[in-house]
């Protein structure tokens, strides 16, 4: 098996797509932000001095998505069709959960700029609510599907309760 972002001389390259033909491409991924029961009862009451965390993770998580090529290296840059990022509150957690889908048409997928929407978002719950609980932590980030392109689509297996 060859590995599509090394080259012959064994040095890290960017993939050309400029063969592959442009396909509707989407991907959805997720992640949490576990916390306190005290902090999520603020985050709740929308009583955290920086404001509303779950405003300000969505808004995050989609300029991240737009911003995904200049963070990962290796990675093209793609004009997104669409960017969705949904942060609720879980009790059974306590905490955030996280999901984001993103879509393009285009020649390379957007599992990448999924992946980035969820982790800044959680990073950013993380920051909103540090002063309250230092001890959150963020978990399970993961591709849960993907469509379009030449492998075609993916499912994740559920997770392990």
Same mark, same amino acid.
């Given at each position: 098996?060859?590995?599509?972002?090394?080259?012959? =001389? %064994?040095?890290?390259?960017?993939?050309?797509?400029? %063969?592959?033909?442009?396909?509707?491409?989407?991907? &959805? *991924?997720?992640? +949490?932000?576990?916390?306190?029961?005290?902090?999520?009862?603020?985050?709740?009451?929308?009583? !955290?001095?920086?404001?509303? &965390?779950?405003?300000?993770?969505?808004?995050?998580? !989609?300029?991240?998505?737009?911003?995904? *090529?200049?963070? !990962?290296?290796? +990675?093209?840059?793609?004009?997104?069709?669409? &960017?969705?990022?949904?942060?609720?509150?879980?009790?059974?957690?306590?905490?955030?959960?996280?999901?984001?889908?993103?879509?393009?048409?285009? #020649?390379? $997928?957007?599992?990448?700029?999924?992946?980035?929407?969820?982790?800044?978002? +959680?990073?950013?719950?993380? =920051?909103?609510? #540090?002063?309250? =609980?230092?001890?959150?932590?963020?978990? *399970?980030?993961?591709?849960?599907?993907?469509? $379009?392109?030449?492998?075609?689509?993916?499912?994740?297996?559920?997770?392990? =309760?």
């Amino acid at each position: 098996m060859t590995l599509s972002h090394v080259g012959p =001389d %064994g040095a890290a390259r960017m993939v050309d797509v400029s %063969g592959k033909a442009v396909t509707r491409r989407q991907a &959805v *991924a997720e992640g +949490c932000v576990r916390m306190s029961a005290k902090a999520f009862a603020q985050v709740q009451s929308n009583s !955290i001095a920086k404001g509303d &965390v779950l405003a300000v993770a969505r808004i995050a998580g !989609i300029q991240a998505a737009k911003r995904t *090529a200049e963070l !990962i290296p290796l +990675c093209h840059p793609l004009a997104l069709d669409r &960017v969705d990022v949904v942060a609720t509150l879980d009790e059974t957690l306590p905490g955030v959960r996280v999901t984001a889908t993103a879509g393009v048409e285009g #020649k390379t $997928g957007v599992e990448m700029e999924a992946l980035t929407a969820v982790t800044v978002a +959680c990073l950013t719950v993380y =920051d909103m609510v #540090k002063a309250a =609980d230092r001890t959150m932590t963020i978990e *399970a980030v993961r591709l849960v599907h993907k469509s $379009g392109g030449r492998s075609g689509d993916y499912s994740a297996p559920s997770p392990p =309760d």
